[in-house]
């Protein structure tokens, strides 16, 4: 997933840009970018695959001025994009995931349209959208028939010499959230991104709508739905602790699914730990509601690197994984283990890479409790680094059945014999004494929305 930032200031917006872009480096890892509008729109492009947003944009950012600025931390594709069109120029940066890419790529191409940005191969995605908002009569016009045509989901950030146009996804499963500061407006993914720049939270996008910000207020070009599939994922994973979402507190959830955790449970243990970091927030709401201590058998070495899930290839996420985390062997030694997750999503890294440290640190026990059930599917929507049949869930499935299933609602039923055996395949994979999922329905209530407003198609496929 990337991250999106847009600023529209009083004075020179591009300090303000350049921190609250860097306050979503924890989303994408391939490449970044900012784009100010001064006389003329400036840009700056740069992977930082290989090292850190700040290094790459520190000295350059300093030589852009302007008073709009949008930035990317970008999962992919080079961006933002500039484009120049009949209704002006613009710089565009999207976040999502276009499904039917071939499909628009194609129609394009059959209007006589030609894409100039190419990475790896592929168009870049964020030219795709750009090229069909340049077919609107007008900036909304043209995000309209994104909205209408792309399969998937994309919201964006699109700078003109008026303004910043932002857009949130026709369903909302991706944020997006308006904060003020006196006279600035600003509009970010991740609302942590506003509290040590001083912006307070104005209101969350609705779902498909569009609002231009210029230097006097907000307008709404098109209103939103109030039907919603909000991501239910950047709570228990993708987001970051200090963000809400629609007023609520990532933190705050990670610390209710770990009470839901502990409240379904009856293991004895001696502490309760986290696989950092986000396994850290759910860790610490099972130890408080279980009354056992939280500890820290596996500390994250953080300086020099960054999350190990979004790199593309496995082998680097391996690699950083295996890297990162350092047992404490005084702490683990002869204990008995709660140990909280985030999700389990292949299993493999969990498993070689941290439960392999805790037992060769002489761990007597440890039981492993997923902040959310089993993953059935990919998404769709958001996140791309998903294969179906490299999930824990799917490949116990797979095993238990002897061939690829596709009706797996029976292994979706936490009632059922055929579920406890898809656990207790998992478990044994994953060399651990026990392992107890979270149930759906505890995980919808940790986060405290009406369950119709969530996206939670990676677990029911609905
Ligand atoms: S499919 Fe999963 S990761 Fe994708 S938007 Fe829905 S809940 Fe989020």
Redesign the pocket.
């Known amino acids: 997933?990337s991250g999106l930032f847009g600023i529209v200031a009083r004075g020179n917006c591009n300090d303000t840009l350049f921190y609250g872009t860097d306050y979503h480096s924890h989303m994408g890892t391939e490449m970044a970018g900012m784009a100010i509008m001064g006389t003329m729109i400036q840009r700056r492009i740069h992977d930082i695959s290989q090292a850190q947003f700040k290094s790459k944009f520190a000295d350059e950012y300093k030589n852009m001025t302007g008073q709009l600025g949008i930035g990317v931390i970008s999962d992919g594709d080079p961006q933002p994009i500039i484009i120049s069109t009949h209704f002006g120029e613009f710089a565009l940066a999207t976040t999502g995931?276009v499904e039917n890419a071939r499909l628009l790529i194609k129609d394009l191409h059959t209007q006589g349209i030609a894409f100039s940005e190419i990475t790896n191969g592929e168009i870049n995605r964020t030219e795709i959208v750009a090229r069909i908002i340049a077919q609107g009569k007008d900036p909304v016009e043209g995000i309209s028939r994104v909205f209408e045509n792309i399969q998937g989901?994309c919201s964006l950030l699109l700078l003109t010499g008026e303004g910043i146009y932002a857009a949130r996804d026709t369903f909302g499963?991706?944020p997006m959230v308006i904060g003020r500061r006196g006279g600035d407006w600003a509009v970010a993914s991740e609302s942590c991104s506003f509290t040590n720049l001083g912006f307070h939270i104005e209101r969350d996008l609705d779902p498909g709508e569009i609002v231009l910000i210029d230097k006097e207020v907000v307008r709404t070009m098109r209103p939103g739905s109030r039907t919603r599939?909000?991501?239910?994922?950047?709570w228990i994973y993708?987001g970051y602790p200090a963000s809400s979402y629609e007023g609520v507190s990532v933190e705050a959830v990670r610390e209710r699914c770990g009470r839901f955790l502990a409240r379904n449970d009856h293991v004895e243990a001696d502490f309760v730990a986290g696989v950092p970091d986000s396994g850290s927030g759910h860790a610490i709401g099972y130890a408080m509601e279980a009354g056992i201590p939280y500890r820290r058998p596996l500390v994250k070495y953080t300086p020099g690197y960054g999350r190990s899930y979004t790199p593309p290839s496995q082998e680097i996420r391996d690699l950083v994984a295996e890297m990162k985390l350092i047992p404490v062997r005084e702490i683990i030694e002869e204990r008995r283990i709660v140990l909280c997750e985030d999700s389990i999503v292949r299993g493999t890294q969990l498993k070689n890479l941290t439960i392999q440290k805790l037992w060769d640190n002489g761990a007597k026990e440890i039981h492993v409790r997923p902040a959310c059930p089993p993953?059935m599917?990919?998404?769709?929507?958001?996140?791309s680094t998903r294969n179906i049949h490299e999930l824990a869930a799917r490949r116990a499935i797979a095993a238990l059945e002897c061939k690829d299933t596709n009706d797996v609602s029976d292994y979706m039923d936490e009632s059922s014999s055929k579920y406890a055996e898809m656990v207790e395949w998992i478990r044994k994979d994953l060399n651990v004494t026990t392992l107890q999922y979270q149930r759906l329905e505890n995980m919808v209530q940790a986060i405290g929305l009406p369950k119709n407003d969530?996206?939670?198609?990676?677990?029911t496929g609905t």
Do not use: H, N
Request: net charge positive.
């Open positions: 997933m995931r989901s499963r991706s599939s909000i991501c239910a994922f950047l993708t993953l599917y990919p998404c769709r929507y958001l996140i969530l996206c939670l198609y990676c677990w």
